[in-house]
């Protein structure tokens, strides 16, 4: 018996060899299934063209992500679904009229300039899709045009000349006004808006689903809208106070922005003191640029400028290792 | 009370598969293989050569220094002395014996009575400690005579561990079941020594069964607490059981003594027990031999120098093993031998199938902030693997490489498959390397 050999094809690798059911696919497929209802919701408010730019945009970020790939000669990794979330994204924060020319060349900025020149999924400093989105406002026009909410003055799929326009409810905010629409309307997002970001109620129902699946924490999110919710309450430029603050929270991005894009791993601090501190500094960007800037709408911008702090902030967000005397936590 | 540590994670924890099957003694095998070198410090010297003869429980090994002598688990005839593989990975100076299976009592070995075992001193009790080969049965296997000796007069609190928070293992939870007694009288001793009439037992709330034979073992002794902890892991490990238990936390690079604890396996309670009792040397374990496709999971009282082939034999496997680990899946050590023995710190043998393959090429962190919420001593895994890949060795102790206790939470959690723990076994190399270096 003892003499018994057994020749099988043994693995030998460092522990752990158990692995949790979390990958970067499943995380990715997670916070589509989040974006599912915001983009059905575009869908019925904005029309089938809704749908077809989010499309287009996602087969266009999915081919520049493998193309690059391959030009490169690098391992392609479009399986891991991130391009596609980038591509949807992107198109959340275009008006539906926009050409599918010009979302286009945001994808290939998106992708190729702002994620892969930088090294690839997990290396890029700014979050792809605003950064897209910023460098799209070179036709400030296209990308400041909004249609009337309603399907039936929705923008056609091949022309959009039929379409209604009006301004969204931020452009009398950003007068100290509170807007026209009810405060009903704009949480539902029956207003005028970008693709994905006029529901707050659905942007909440999929964050609620990441936050269940534990693929997101409630820090930076709760830290953008906690600000921008108090520095609304606190300074309300002459409105009721509660209407305001309700108003500011549900108007425009900064539900889509504190929610999926200020969230997103590769762009924000690794750390619990740095998540919080990085939700503040977005939450007091985006009611700054709101109040005083020159375009209605900060949220974007406000990401971006906190992207570009997050080294900071990890640095000062690092933990206290198990079994540092209390001495040098002091020094620290 | 704390009654918890920060980060940890939850893993399947699939106990059910021994859960329920009671230890029985395996037969011992024909030949067995005693590895000199089966304790953390100076490996043993053999005290045998080839063609000797050997009884049971006769010492085989011994050294100088942080090192226990081994014994020889069966009776029969040293039939080699030479280098064979060992659960580490290396080969290593081993006494190989064919078992005549007479199990002949080595004469030195004398059973006390209960009044002849009162009467020893602490010191007379930490030789027979020695003598006995007993070693922190928890894996770690650091010399307890040594542990004993350097927590005199330091430690305040002792903590018996039967938090065994990895997936699979089972030995100490059954042990805890069959043998409570034992472990407490174990207990009782490690108290007598350390002169202290205070000791707590501490383990997860998944072990109802453990907990109520240790409670029914421990009544009418004063002092002994019994806490119950929270199912998570790594609950187990020194440093969490620690601060757990007595909200204190050892300090980094310091001994448990530094903040006046000593903990003990329950398994090393019972060996002590077996000890000074029976005279016994520490030459039986019990090793839990579970896993995924093993058809018949077992908790077996194994022979030091049992191979794991005779392990596998013994419970059988549904498909060719994928890894066959000594320990449990989040710090077991990956065989590629299974000639391997079982040594005092093997608490399991765990068997996994082709389902629990996990490769990941070019894996990409994500910086998803993960590793950090679980990292039990609160380190920051993304960027100690970012310093291990752009610095030296100062960039890496700067942000706390060496405080890494390879529990292996980051790497299970990782959702991009990074593997962190082998980078920082790997880094942590480099690190003592370039230290010797230094120092030359």
């Known amino acids: ?332 | 009370m704390a009654f918890s540590f920060f980060g940890g994670i939850h893993p399947k924890e699939n106990k059910w598969y021994a859960e329920k099957h009671p230890v029985y003694p395996f037969p011992e095998p024909d030949i067995l293989v005693i590895p000199m070198s089966q304790h953390i410090g100076a490996p043993c010297a053999p005290l045998v050569k080839k063609g000797d003869p050997v009884t049971m429980g006769q010492k085989i090994g011994d050294g100088q220094g942080l090192c226990v002598p081994v014994h020889a688990p069966v009776s029969g005839k040293v039939k080699a002395v030479e280098m064979r593989p060992h659960t580490s990975g290396t080969m290593m100076m081993s006494v190989v014996i064919e078992n005549d299976h007479l199990d002949t009592l080595c004469p030195d070995i004398k059973s006390r009575t209960l009044e002849e075992a009162q009467a020893l001193t602490p010191e007379e009790l930490m030789q027979i400690i020695r003598e006995a080969g007993i070693v922190g049965m928890g894996g770690a296997t650091f010399p307890t005579h040594v542990k004993l000796s350097s927590g005199l007069g330091k430690v305040d609190t002792i903590i018996v561990n039967v938090s065994e928070c990895e997936p699979y293992i089972v030995a100490d939870d059954r042990l805890c079941q069959e043998y409570p007694a034992e472990v407490v009288s174990g207990l009782q001793i490690i108290m007598k020594v350390l002169g202290l009439d205070s000791a707590h037992i501490a383990l997860e709330d998944n072990k109802p069964a453990a907990a109520k034979a240790l409670k029914q073992a421990m009544e009418g002794k004063d002092g002994i607490v019994l806490d119950i902890l929270p199912s998570k892991y790594p609950q187990g490990a020194e440093k969490q059981l620690i601060y757990a238990v007595t909200g204190r936390q050892v300090p980094s690079g310091g001994l448990p003594a530094a903040v006046g604890c000593a903990v003990f396996n329950a398994g090393t309670c019972k060996a002590i027990h077996d000890a000074v009792y029976d005279g016994m040397p520490l030459i039986r374990r019990i090793v839990t031999v579970s896993g995924d496709i093993v058809m018949e999971p077992k908790n077996l009282l194994v022979a030091i120098g049992t191979s794991f082939n005779e392990l596998l034999e013994a419970v059988g496997h549904k498909e060719n093993p994928y890894k066959v680990l000594s320990g449990g899946p989040m710090m077991g050590a990956a065989q590629y031998d299974l000639a391997v023995p079982v040594i005092k710190g093997t608490n399991a043998v765990t068997i996994l199938g082709q389902k629990n393959k996990y490769i990941v090429e070019n894996a990409r962190c994500l910086r998803c902030g993960k590793c950090i919420e679980v990292c039990p001593m609160n380190l920051m895994p993304v960027l100690i693997y970012k310093a291990m890949y752009t610095g030296d060795t100062k960039d890496v102790m700067a942000v706390d490489l060496m405080d890494c206790i390879e529990c292996g939470c980051c790497a299970y959690t990782c959702p991009a498959g990074v593997p962190l723990v082998l980078g920082f076994r790997a880094a942590k190399q480099r690190v003592r390397d370039a230290q010797t270096a230094a120092k030359k």
């Not at chain 1, 693709?195 to 909440?204: K, N, R």
């Not at chain 1, 406000?302 to 640095?315: E, S, T």
Request: glycine share 10%; hydrophobic share 50%; with cysteine.
């Open chain 1, 1 to 332: 018996m003892a003499q018994m050999k057994y020749f099988y094809e043994l693995t030998i690798s460092s522990s752990p060899h158990i692995h949790s059911k979390m990958t970067t696919q499943t995380i990715m497929r997670d916070v589509l299934i989040a974006l599912a209802p915001a983009l059905l919701g575009s869908v019925y408010f904005f029309g089938f063209r809704a749908l077809m730019v989010t499309l287009i945009s996602v087969a266009a970020c999915v081919f520049f992500e493998w193309a690059y790939c391959k030009v490169m000669k690098v391992h392609c990794k479009v399986y891991d679904l991130s391009a596609i979330v980038t591509g949807v994204l992107l198109a959340f924060v275009c008006p539906v009229t926009v050409p599918y020319w010009c979302i286009i060349i945001g994808d290939f900025f998106a992708i190729v300039v702002v994620k892969q020149l930088f090294g690839g999924l997990g290396r890029n400093i700014v979050n792809p899709a605003l950064a897209a989105r910023a460098f799209m406002f070179s036709w400030p026009v296209i990308m400041n045009t909004w249609v009337k909410v309603g399907f039936s003055n929705a923008a056609g799929i091949f022309s959009t000349a039929d379409a209604v326009t009006a301004a969204t409810p931020l452009a009398s905010m950003h007068q100290g006004q509170l807007p026209s629409e009810g405060l009903l309307d704009l949480f539902l997002g029956n207003v005028g808006g970008c693709i994905g970001e006029t529901s707050a109620l659905l942007l909440l129902v999929g964050f609620i689903y990441l936050l269940v699946r534990k693929v997101v924490s409630l820090r930076i999110p709760a830290a953008f809208l906690g600000t921008v919710a108090v520095l609304s309450l606190l300074f309300p430029m002459g409105n009721d106070r509660l209407t305001w603050c309700a108003a500011q929270l549900c108007a425009g991005g900064v539900m889509l922005g504190a929610l999926f894009m200020a969230t997103d791993y590769v762009t924000s601090p690794v750390t619990k003191l740095g998540q919080v501190i990085f939700g503040i500094g977005c939450g007091v960007l985006t009611v700054v640029i709101r109040y005083f800037g020159g375009y209605n709408e900060g949220v974007s911008y406000a990401i971006l400028v906190m992207n570009c702090c997050v080294v900071l902030l990890d640095r000062i967000g690092r933990p206290k290792k198990f079994g540092t005397p209390k001495k040098e936590v002091a020094k620290r």
